[in-house]
């Protein structure tokens, strides 16, 4: 993906990949720490609910950095890009605009999850914005953890 992107004139660069259980405690524990749990819980999975965790999910980054990790990346070329293509590569994103009721999360424009080129491109040709819980007919966020 990152090199189809390049050669349409588009630097992706790769934020975050794999993350351990205790790199996500941290993680969480620090939002909670600083935010509170209940603002905690919509932007962060707790350790062991991760995307993250199971290697299949990634934030991505225009080459500046500049929008890493803000929801301005939907405005960039780069997350334009992404919500155009990344069902071509068996990427969705995972936390969509106006979804947090669905996923349990805010809308993060940069963060993707593999599932696969056939669920991809199906979950992209019902519905660009449609969200993993509602095509796969689940329940929300961390499952039965979140909330």
């Not at 405690?25 to 603002?39: D, F, I, P, Q, T």
């Not at 919500?83 to 999360?105: C, V």
């Amino acid at each position: 993906m990152f090199n189809a992107a390049k050669e349409d004139g588009i630097a992706l660069l790769l934020g975050s990949a794999y993350r351990s259980y205790d790199y996500q405690a941290s993680l969480y524990n620090g939002y909670v720490a600083n935010r509170g749990k209940e603002y905690a819980d919509t932007i962060s999975s707790r350790p062991g609910y991760s995307d993250h965790q199971t290697g299949l999910a990634v934030d991505i980054s225009d080459a500046s950095q500049a929008n890493f990790l803000s929801q301005s990346f939907e405005n960039t070329a780069e997350g334009q890009w992404l919500h155009d293509n990344a069902h071509l590569y068996g990427w969705i994103m995972r936390y969509p605009k106006d979804k947090q009721d669905i996923t349990g999360y805010a809308y993060e424009p940069w963060h993707f999850r593999y599932v696969g080129v056939e669920y991809a491109t199906a979950i992209y040709e019902t519905d660009p914005d449609e969200t993993f819980e509602e095509y796969f007919g689940v329940e929300g966020g961390d499952y039965a953890e979140n909330g």
